[in-house]
């Protein structure tokens, strides 16, 4: 439960009841009204707008609505106090026994807490990663990897029918390098001397294996032979080999897709065709020279007549070539035909996951697909930054043209699926993420790894130290959730108690931004709170969690020690991390 959805609730309620009393119009609109937490904690636990929107509505003043509307808030059993601030603004303390019934919701449903039908069932379409297949996956992936997994997992927490998908281009002039470069192996698999890799090949010792494969699989059927009659084999062959490697380097970071898209199937279906002539039906192609663009040149730009998309009337700069003068189709040709076909199967809604240097490239694309879907469908690119990878603060250097790279998998094995993923998620997608190999193995409260991991750890040492002090009780959740929560009267609990009650709207909050660092900030403050709970019991024995001699106090905080490490297990489902039980 969003607490703060149920606080609009009761004042949306308040006010019914206020327009069945006479004491305010009927017919008020009401959707500008909120609830939310006070800018300034010091005034209450949440606060409302209502009197500031709907006064002119109701023909009086802010102040003396809120007046009206203030004596009707204190008679809910929610609320505690309410107090007027400023020109109108209501503020509003809740009830002690408010809060004790979010202590009990959160262990009553357990790591389900924080869910949320915000999303009602809608279908979301995040694609993500989709990284050449020409090798195995370098660390600069892994932030696209984690980030789009990770989102997909909170929008699916906030209620949405999520799908995760890969698109393979696996149609380029890229893969048919790979092929090339398979063939110089496979050539080095059966004696030849093949020297140094040639300028423009992959020189990676990858393809090592796959070369042999083929040697050992065909013998010499395709020695000597002219490359038009071994490309297309070989490329399949590199690219099916290509790809399960990155399912496996995926694997071992916890992700796996709903969806593979392949880029060739698209043109060898004559999709590509199929959207531009599309498009011509609908008057928005033209044949024509662009002008040169300031700056450096684009790929896609020749000074002669080409195929073109107008896409400066869906809000580009300029309108984009589908084709060029020799005929050949662009690769912006090939994603328009691949968001189409997502829009036809089901995903008006849809998200990509790309590197940051792809900016260039978001508003041609979101032009593209509001002509395509006549505006029915939007698209959403988040821009992933560079890691930039250190060891002991020094910089490691990495070169996938030489074929010297740090892979995914590498640093997987160095420090552990989970860590990985939660360093991924302590920054915005599109800010720039330092990931120091040493530093995240720290035990200290800088590692946010280890700080968040700690309070569940600590935990579940104090539920351990129950089963040992009161051996016998029943200490599951759903008996702890009917303790006398009434007990927990330190200001650092009820604190805790707030904090983890914001949890859901957290989580809403996050989703709807698209933005899954958030939560990774929220578990910061709560293993921060948890801790300074955990510190204060030692220095005041009156806090401490379990005491043999006073049981009923014992449960209740032992509930809320709890509640934390549910809400921290949440947390961390979110971003496919599993907590430590012991550290």
Known sequence: MNIFTHIRNNIIKALDNLVEQGKIPAGLTTDRVVAEPPRDAAHGDAATNAAMVLASQAGMKPRQFAEILAEELKTLPIVENVEIAGPGFVNLRLSGAFWDSCLREILEQGTRFGSSDMGKGQKKNVEFVSANPTGPMHVGHSRGAVFGDALASLLEKAGYDVTREYYINDAGAQVDVLARSAYLRYEEALGKDIGAIPEGLYPGEYLIPVGKELAEKDGDKWLDKPESEWLAYFRKFAIDKMMDMIRDDLAALGIKFDV????????????????????????????????????????????????????????????????????????????????????????????????????????????????????????????????????????????????????????????????????????????????????????????????????????????????????????????????????????????????????????????????????????????????????????????????????????????????????????????????????
């Open 260 to 583: 593979f898209s392949s880029e060739r199937t698209l043109v060898e279906g004559g999709k590509i065709d199929e959207v531009i002539e599309f498009l011509r039906g609908k008057g928005l192609i033209y044949e024509g020279v662009l002008e040169p663009p300031k700056g450096k040149l684009p790929d896609d730009w020749e000074p002669r007549p080409q195929t073109l998309f107008k896409a400066t009337e869906f809000g580009d700069d300029v309108d984009r070539a589908l084709k060029k003068s020799n005929g050949f189709q662009t690769y912006f040709a090939s994603d328009m035909a691949y968001h189409l076909d997502k829009y036809r199967r089901g995903f008006a809604d849809m998200i990509n996951v790309w590197g940051a240097d792809h900016a260039g490239y978001v508003k041609r694309l979101q032009a593209a697909v509001k002509a395509l879907t006549d505006g029915k469908a939007k698209l959403d690119v988040r821009l992933c930054q560079m890691v930039n990878l250190v060891c002991n603060g020094e910089p490691i250097k990495m070169s996938k043209r030489a074929g010297r790279f740090v892979t995914l998998r590498d640093m997987v094995d160095a420090v552990g699926k989970d860590v990985m993923r939660f360093i991924m998620l302590t920054r915005k997608n599109d800010a720039h993420l330092d990931f120091d190999v040493e530093k995240v193995k720290e035990q200290s409260k800088d590692n946010p790894v280890f700080y968040v991991n700690y309070a569940f750890a600590r935990a579940r040492s104090v539920r351990r130290r129950a089963t040992e002090m009161f051996s016998g009780r029943d200490l599951s959740l759903q008996a702890l959730s009917k303790a006398d929560f009434s007990l927990l009267t330190d200001e650092a609990e009820v604190s805790l108690i707030r904090l983890l009650a914001d949890f859901p709207r957290q989580i809403e909050i996050a989703a709807a931004a698209h933005e899954p660092h958030r939560i990774a900030y929220y578990l910061g403050d709560v293993a921060a709170a948890f801790h300074g709970l955990w510190n204060k019991g030692k220095d005041n024995t009156e806090l401490r969690f379990l005491e043999q001699d006073k049981e009923a106090l014992s449960m209740a905080r032992l509930g809320l020690v709890e509640a934390a490490a549910v809400v921290i297990q949440s947390g961390l489902d979110v971003f496919g991390v599993i907590p430590a039980e012991e550290m």
